[in-house]
C-alpha cells in the first residue's frame, strides 16, 4: 500500500519505518528539513532500540522517503497518518494548533479519494473537527475521503517492538470504506484490531493512559502505607500482580510517573470530564498522589541532611523520565535534581542516554557530568538512584560503598535489594520500605499541600 505519515518524531517515525518494514511504500513528512537530511543519513533524532537499522534498511530498499512537502507526501498515498505532537496547553487541554494545520494543509492537496488516519493523542470529537477542516479546504468539494482514529500504544525505548507486535490494534471510524483499507493495512498481525465509532477510540487512548497512571498512583499509596506500617511494597506489588485480573505491569512503586505522555495525558482527560460538567475524582486524586510522591522522597533528603544542602556533594543515577530512553521531558528525576541544586548541593549525574539533553535542560552550575556511573560517587554525601535503568540495578555494592563518602542511598525506584544494601552497612532509603534504624516518623505535617488549579493543572502552595 502506499502511505503517508505526516509527523517524524516517536510514533511518526517508528510508524513509517515498521509500515514500510511491512511492504509498503511510506513518505515520511515533517517540517524541519534538518531533522529529514539527519534521518535521510541514519541518524536518529531520539534514542530508540533497533529503529536506525529499521530505517536505513527501509530507505537503502526504496520503501521509505522523507520529504518536508504535504503536499508531495500524500499525492500517491491511499493512507495519510497525522502523527503530529499534542502538548499540553495552559489550561490542561491538548494543544491541537499542529493538527488542524495539518488537516487544512491535507485539504488543499487533496487529489483523489484517501483515508486520514490520526495517531496523535487528541481529545474527544478532534477527528470530527479534522474531518470538517479537510473538507473546507478541498480544492474541488467533489473529491471524497474519510477519517479515521487509529491511536497508537507504544512505550518509548520499546516502540519497535510495540509498533511490531501490539497488544490491540484501535480502528475507529463511521466508514466501511475506510475501515476495509485499514484492515488491509493491520491483517497480518496475531492480535486483536477493535473496530468502532471515532469517539470510543479517542476515548481508549485516553481511558488506557489513564488507568495506567491510576495503577502507578495506587501503588504509590501502598506504599506509603507500607512505610508507616513496616510492609515492603515490592513484596506487596509481586503478590498483587499474580493475580491476573490485576498483572504484575506499571505496579513499581517510585517517585511518580513522568514523560510526555502520562502528565498532559491525565490533566487532557481531567479537563474533558470537567468541560462535559463532571469531576473525574479518581483522577483528580492520581495527579495529586503523583506529585505528592516527589515531595514525600525530598522531605525523606531533608529529614536526613536538614534544609541547607550547600556544602554537600550527592552522587544521582538517572536522568531520563524512565529507563531505556533519552527523553527528559517532565521526568520526576531531572525535577529532583533541580530541587537538590536549588537547596545548595552539587550534583555528579549520570545517565546512560540522556546526557545531551539533561545539559541542555540543567545547564552547567553546580552540575558535573560524569562519564560513567562509578565516576559519580568519590565523595559524595549519598547515592541518589531516580531513573529505572536496569544496570542500576546491578551496582556492585562494595564498590560504591568504598567510593561515597557517606553510606546513604536514596533509592527512588527500588531498583536495589533492601537486604543486601542493609546487610553491607548503607542507610537505605527506598520507596514503600521502612528504613532500618529509623523509628517511625510522622511525615504528614511536613509535606507541601497539593492543590489542584480548577483548569486542571496542578501548583504547589
Ligand atoms: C506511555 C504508555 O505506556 C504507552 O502505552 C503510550 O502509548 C504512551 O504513554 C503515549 O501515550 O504515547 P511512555 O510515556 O513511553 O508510554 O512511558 P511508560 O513506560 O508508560 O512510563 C511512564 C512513566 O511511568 C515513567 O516515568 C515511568 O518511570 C513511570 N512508571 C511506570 C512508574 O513509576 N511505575 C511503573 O510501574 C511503571
Redesign the pocket.
Known amino acids: 500500500m502506499k502511505l503517508c505519515v505526516i509527523g517524524t518524531g516517536?510514533?511518526g517515525l517508528v510508524g513509517a519505518a515498521i509500515f514500510a518494514d511491512w511492504g509498503n511504500f511510506v513518505v515520511g513528512v515533517d517540517i524541519d528539513s534538518e531533522k529529514i537530511e539527519r534521518i535521510k543519513k541514519g541518524e536518529m533524532p531520539i534514542y530508540e532500540p533497533g529503529l536506525s537499522d529499521i530505517v536505513l534498511k527501509n530507505i537503502s530498499q526504496g520503501r521509505l522517503t522523507f520529504t518536508t512537502s504535504i503536499a508531495e507526501g500524500i499525492k500517491d498515498s491511499e493512507i495519510v497518518f497525522v502523527c503530529v505532537g499534542t502538548p499540553q496547553s495552559d489550561t490542561g487541554a491538548a494543544d491541537l494548533s499542529a493538527v488542524w494545520e495539518v488537516a487544512r494543509e491535507i485539504g488543499k492537496n487533496m487529489n483523489g479519494y484517501k483515508v486520514i488516519v490520526t495517531k496523535s493523542?487528541v481529545p474527544i470529537g478532534t477527528n470530527e473537527k479534522v474531518k470538517a477542516i479537510v473538507k473546507e479546504n478541498l480544492p474541488d468539494p467533489s473529491i471524497e475521503f474519510d477519517v479515521v482514529s487509529n491511536?497508537?500504544?507504544?512505550?518509548?525505548?520499546s516502540?519497535v517492538e510495540?509498533m511490531k507486535s501490539p497488544d490491540r490494534t484501535v480502528v475507529g471510524s463511521d466508514s466501511e470504506r475506510a475501515l476495509a483499507i485499514m484492515r488491509r493495512l493491520y491483517e497480518h498481525l496475531n492480535s486483536p484490531i477493535v473496530e468502532c465509532d471515532l469517539r470510543s477510540a479517542e476515548m481508549i487512548?485516553y481511558a488506557?493512559?489513564g488507568f495506567?497512571?491510576t495503577?502507578?498512583s495506587f501503588?504509590?499509596e501502598i506504599a506509603q502505607i507500607c512505610e508507616r506500617s513496616g510492609a515492603d511494597v515490592s513484596v506487596v506489588a509481586k503478590g498483587m500482580g499474580l493475580d491476573r485480573r490485576i498483572g504484575p505491569?506499571?505496579?513499581?512503586?517510585?517517585?511518580?510517573?513522568?514523560?510526555?505522555?502520562?502528565p498532559k495525558?491525565v490533566a487532557a482527560l481531567y479537563k474533558t470530564s470537567t468541560d462535559q460538567d463532571y469531576d473525574f475524582k479518581l483522577l483528580r486524586g492520581v495527579m495529586e498522589v503523583n506529585i505528592a510522591q516527589r515531595e514525600h522522597f525530598m522531605n525523606k533528603v531533608l529529614r536526613h541532611f536538614g534544609k541547607n544542602l550547600s556544602g554537600r556533594t550527592f552522587a544521582v543515577l538517572g536522568l531520563a523520565?524512565?529507563?531505556n530512553?533519552d527523553?527528559i521531558r517532565d521526568?520526576?528525576a531531572i525535577e529532583i535534581v533541580k530541587r537538590l541544586r536549588g537547596l545548595g548541593a552539587v550534583l555528579k549525574v549520570y545517565d546512560p542516554q540522556a546526557m545531551y539533553n539533561a545539559k541542555q535542560a540543567l545547564g552547567a552550575v553546580n552540575i558535573e557530568y560524569c562519564l560513567d556511573k562509578y565516576e559519580t560517587m568519590p565523595g559524595a554525601d549519598a547515592l541518589f538512584i531516580l531513573?529505572?535503568w536496569k544496570e542500576f540495578g546491578l551496582l556492585e555494592l562494595d564498590k560504591v560503598k568504598s567510593f561515597l563518602k557517606s553510606p546513604v542511598i536514596f533509592d527512588g525506584?527500588n531498583l536495589l535489594d533492601k537486604e543486601k544494601v542493609e546487610n553491607l552497612g548503607f542507610t537505605y532509603f527506598a520507596v514503600g520500605k521502612r528504613t532500618n534504624g529509623l523509628v517511625k516518623i510522622d511525615t504528614r505535617n511536613l509535606y507541601q499541600t497539593v492543590l489542584l488549579n480548577t483548569n486542571g493543572s496542578i501548583g504547589h502552595h
Open positions: 516517536y510514533v493523542t491511536p497508537e500504544f507504544l512505550r518509548e525505548g516502540s510495540d487512548k488506557s493512559n495506567l497512571a495503577k502507578i501503588i504509590n505491569a506499571f505496579l513499581n512503586a517510585g517517585i511518580g510517573y513522568g514523560g510526555s505522555c502520562f495525558d523520565f524512565k529507563g530512553t527523553d521526568s520526576v531513573t529505572e525506584r
